[in-house]
């Protein structure tokens, strides 16, 4: 009934299991295990203007959280140390007018290029307005890797469009390590 620690070798020492040896737990297991970590997540805090047909990075300039300081909000880049990351980001984008827009995309990009694309359909049969996007995708990385995403819309007026920064349209950006 009384409650104490029990200490299995020293600072330094290595304690081994033997392989068939089951270890159970009744109570409460901390130091197991890894952490999710780094981790960020960042937001475009309003609207962002695009070229018609060209890729744009994702102006993700507001931090919700950002745990090893990993993401830079002027640059846009998520620029992680070496390991495995489920890298995920969703937006919206906006044509000028009721049926101008055509088709809309979103890239991961690492260092630069694209390494994996969603392209929605052709929007022109259903004349919408806009169009929402979103990508995910476990990525690896070398420690000096960095990671965008491009976003795109093509419309067919050749005007300008835009990504919705609002609260109920929001476009997004994060990342997180994969624990192996």
Known sequence: TNTSTINIGVSGDTVNIPSGV???NAGTATGFGGANTPAFHAYLSGNQTISDNAITVLAAN???FDTASDYDTSTYRFLPAAGKYWIYAAA???APSLSDLNSAQMNITKNGSTILRHTAPDY???KP???ALSIASIIVANG???FTI???GNSDSNNNLTISG???QPAYFGAFKVIE
Do not use: F, Q, W
């Open 22 to 24: 089951t270890i159970a």
């Open 62 to 64: 507001t931090e919700t």
């Open 92 to 94: 919206s984008i906006y």
């Open 124 to 126: 022109r049969d259903n």
């Open 129 to 131: 307005y806009g169009g």
């Open 144 to 146: 000096t890797d960095y």
């Open 150 to 152: 491009g976003v795109k």
């Open 166 to 168: 609002n609260a109920e």
